[in-house]
């Protein structure tokens, strides 16, 4: 079957750094991906992992371990406007279909 | 640049009524998709197509229907409409190759009375 986990919320505060990690289980895997979804509106990328490692971006890393079936999202300086869901989805090998987590809604306080 | 185009934004039926969800993209995106997304159970893939002319079926397809005359639009039909389909839809679209993310529409309300 297909799986993906991660925590269902997680709180830190203004200017700190939080991770967020997803783990998986797939039929075969072609990639993961990381978005961002504020209340109300629509999940927009953040990252691509496909090969071991990290990936950085900014104020934010992705990283990969496709061994473990495991990956995170890493937030430094966090702002409040990162206050959101992130969503981790994997596409399968031979497979068109993305297949997303529940999410993870981080809240950031002052 | 408009991407992803959903219609309409907000919607009520009553029970037994259909309607289609329109969605266009502008990108020449082979692959579209429609998922719905309801609290605690994260995004559920409906119906996907990879080009005009094929579709094919995701995780929770039934109730639904879909069809792909031209790359640029995916209308999503719902035949009679249930009370268990109060959610919310998102329409997104990429390019078929392994490696580019999907982009999604703004979403469509729906609420089933």
């Known amino acids: 079957g297909q799986n993906i986990d991660q925590p269902t919320e997680m709180t830190a505060t203004e200017g700190a750094i939080v991770q967020i990690n997803c783990t998986y289980q797939?039929?075969?895997?072609?990639?993961l991906f990381w978005y961002q979804q504020h209340a109300g509106e629509a999940p927009t990328f953040l990252s691509y992992n496909v090969l071991d490692g990290l990936e950085e971006k900014g104020r934010f890393s992705s990283f990969l371990s496709r061994s473990k079936g495991y990956s995170y999202l890493l937030l430094k300086e966090l702002q409040m406007k990162d206050s959101a869901s992130y969503l981790c989805?994997?596409?399968?090998?031979?497979?068109?279909?993305?297949?997303f987590g529940t999410g993870t809604r981080l809240k950031v306080l002052a | 640049n408009a991407g992803v185009t959903q219609t309409p934004k907000f919607q009520v039926l009553k029970t037994g009524q259909s309607m289609t969800l329109q969605c266009a993209q502008d990108m020449n995106h082979e692959y579209m998709s429609w998922y719905r997304q309801d609290p605690g159970m994260g995004l559920r893939l409906i119906h996907y197509?990879?080009?005009?002319?094929?579709?094919d079926q995701g995780e929770v397809p039934n109730g639904y229907n879909v069809s792909r005359s031209t790359t640029e639009d995916f209308p999503l039909r719902l035949l009679s409409a249930a009370p268990s389909q109060t959610s919310v839809y998102f329409c997104?679209?990429?390019?078929?190759?392994?490696?580019?993310?999907?982009?999604f529409g703004e979403g469509s309300w729906l609420t089933v009375v």
């Open positions: 797939t039929s075969g895997f072609n990639g």
């Open positions: 997104a679209s990429s390019y078929s190759e392994a490696g580019n993310t999907i982009y």
């Open positions: 989805a994997v596409r399968a090998s031979g497979t068109y279909k993305y297949i």
């Open positions: 197509s990879v080009g005009a002319g094929i579709t």
